[in-house]
C-alpha cells in the first residue's frame, strides 16, 4: 500500500504533539522527497550511510531522531551535510525528524520504550521530557544486568551506596546533568545516555545511583515504535537500520 507523504507527517506531528516542544531543530517534515510513501526506513541519527542504505533499500521516507539542521551548527552546506542531502536526493527519499516530541510520548518515546523494557512503571514526568517510575525493590547490579541486556552493551554504573531501587527517573540522551535534580526529587537511581564528569562523585555524596546506557543505545527505541505504529496505520511496510555508535 501507499500512503500521501502529507498524511503521514501531519498524523505524526499531531500525535507527537510537536508544538508543545519548542526546539533547536526543525521538527517534523525536513527534506522533501517522493509525495507517496510506501517504505519507511528508520534509524536513530541522520548520517550519509543511513541514508544510502535506506535508498538502496527501496525506503521512500527515513525517520530519525537526530534530524539535520540543527541552529546550534554552522548554516553551511559543508561536505557531510552535502554528502547527506545527496544521498536522499538521489532516491528522492522525504526526511522526518522528532527529537523531544520524541523522546517525550507517554508510550511510543524513547523514555517509555526503555522503561518499559527494563520493568519500570511510569508514574510521573522527570525533568522536561524523562519519566519518573516505581518498580519492584532490585539492586543495582541486576538494574544494570537488566540494562545491558536491552541496549546490547554493558553500561557505566556509578554507584551511590547500597540503596535497593524502587524509584527510577528514566531520561534517554545526554540527561547526565539530571543527577542531581533526580537525588533532590528523592529517585534512587537516574538511568541515562551520557554522564556528566561530575557524575561520579555527585553519585557518592548525594547516595543516588547512576546507570549511563550510551545516548544512542538508549534512543534506538522510539523510532522504531514510531515507525511501527505508522506502519500499521497507513499500511506501511518499515525497517529499522543501526548505524554503529559507541557513544
Not at 504533539?17 to 510506501?38: H, I, K, N, W
Not at 534517554?172 to 561520579?200: C, I, R
Request: charged content about 25%; aromatic content about 6%; some cysteine.
Amino acid at each position: 500500500m501507499a500512503a500521501a507523504r502529507d498524511e503521514v507527517v501531519e498524523y505524526a506531528n499531531a500525535l507527537l504533539e510537536v508544538d508543545r516542544y519548542p526546539e533547536f531543530a526543525a521538527q517534523g517534515l525536513q527534506v522533501v522527497g517522493s509525495e507517496e510513501v510506501t517504505t519507511i526506513a528508520c534509524g536513530v541519527s541522520c548520517s550519509k550511510e543511513l541514508f544510502e542504505r535506506a535508498v538502496d533499500g527501496g525506503a521512500d521516507l527515513v525517520l530519525v531522531h537526530h534530524g539535520l539542521f540543527w541552529r546550534n551548527e554552522p548554516l553551511v552546506v559543508d561536505a557531510r551535510l552535502r554528502g547527506r542531502l545527496e544521498a536522499l536526493f538521489r532516491g528522492n527519499v522525504s526526511l522526518v525528524a522528532y527529537h523531544l516530541a520524541l523522546d517525550a510520548h507517554r508510550t511510543l518515546g524513547n523514555n517509555a520504550q526503555l522503561a518499559a523494557r527494563v520493568g519500570a512503571v511510569p508514574v510521573e514526568q522527570f525533568g522536561a521530557v524523562g519519566l519518573g517510575c516505581t518498580m519492584d525493590a532490585v539492586g543495582l547490579d541486576e538494574l544494570a544486568a537488566r540494562v545491558a541486556e536491552v541496549v546490547e552493551r554493558p553500561p557505566l554504573v556509578l554507584r551511590g551506596g547500597d540503596r535497593r531501587i524502587r524509584r527510577l527517573a528514566v531520561a534517554t540522551g545526554a540527561a547526565g546533568y539530571d543527577l542531581v535534580q533526580a537525588s533532590h526529587e528523592g529517585y534512587d537511581a537516574l538511568l541515562t545516555g551520557e554522564p556528566e564528569e561530575p557524575s561520579a562523585v555527585t553519585a557518592r555524596e548525594l547516595g543516588i545511583h547512576l546507570i549511563a546506557a550510551g545516548h544512542h543505545a538508549t534512543e534506538r527505541f522510539g523510532v522504531q515504535a514510531l515507525a511501527a505504529h505508522l506502519s500499521e496505520r497507513f499500511g506501511l511496510d518499515w525497517r529499522y537500520l543501526e548505524v554503529d555508535n559507541p557513544v
